[in-house]
């Protein structure tokens, strides 16, 4: 399996421009998890979904934040309209309902707001 | 609440020196345990895991032995290499988490090897 995929893996843009960041999980996994990494604050879970159903958004920072998940195999993560305090590197991870504390990280994508 | 408390990094050994990095939680119940590792430019990867007390996580020559009398879970390695230099993360999944698997993740401990 290729594990879980991310695109971009880098993303600069300006301040006030929407940013979408983009996962498709491992096959067969149930469950999808978005990260956000930065020095201060660590690594912060925004959102995570089951079965394509978001179940705990709470670490969504505000309505500018938003993510979706159409179908098992994509996921979006949009920020609209972006801000350089959102520079961060953005993960995604998915797992396995059978063994459902083991999470797969994707590379993350590194976001640069200017 | 649940949360966890790593030791401030950064570490720095020398090739095959011996490492320890401590990690308490917080948690009600019966929480699993895991350690994570981040290299450079890369998403995190589970190292080990435990998920009850007194039970061992082994990979790679790394060790955690879950410690609920002091609700530890140290990370630790008889010989380290230089390609062991990463971001080392204690984590839990509270046990009452309704069957999600959220993780509650450490602030992490850089690791620098040198030869």
């Known amino acids: 399996d290729a594990g879980v995929i991310q695109s971009p893996r880098h993303e600069v843009t300006e301040m006030g421009q929407e940013v979408t960041l983009r996962c498709k999980p491992i096959s067969g996994h149930d469950y999808l998890f978005w990260y956000r990494q930065t020095m201060m604050r660590g690594l912060e879970l925004l959102i995570y979904?089951?079965?394509?159903?978001?179940?705990?958004d709470s670490g969504m920072p505000e309505d500018r934040f938003s993510a979706k998940m159409p179908n098992a195999s994509f996921s979006t993560l949009k920020i609209q309209p972006s801000e350089p305090r959102d520079s961060a590197v953005y993960f995604c991870?998915?797992?396995?309902?059978?063994?459902?504390?083991?999470?797969?990280f994707g590379p993350g994508t590194r976001l640069l707001v200017l | 609440g649940n949360s966890v408390t790593q030791m401030e990094g950064p570490v720095t050994l020398s090739e095959e020196a011996f490492l320890t990095i401590n990690c308490t939680y917080t948690a009600t119940g019966y929480p699993s345990l895991f350690w994570y590792v981040q290299y450079p430019g890369e998403g995190l990867q589970l190292l080990l895991k435990a998920t009850k007390a007194d039970d061992k996580g082994s990979n790679k020559g790394f060790e955690a032995t879950y410690r609920k009398e002091t609700t530890s879970f140290h990370l630790e390695k008889g010989s380290v290499q230089v390609s062991d230099s990463a971001v080392y993360f204690c984590a839990l999944s509270p046990s009452l988490s309704g069957g999600y698997n959220k993780l509650i993740f450490g602030a992490g401990t850089r690791l620098a090897v040198h030869p």
């Open positions: 991870a998915s797992s396995l309902t059978a063994s459902k504390e083991t999470q797969y």
């Open positions: 979904f089951n079965n394509n159903v978001p179940i705990d």
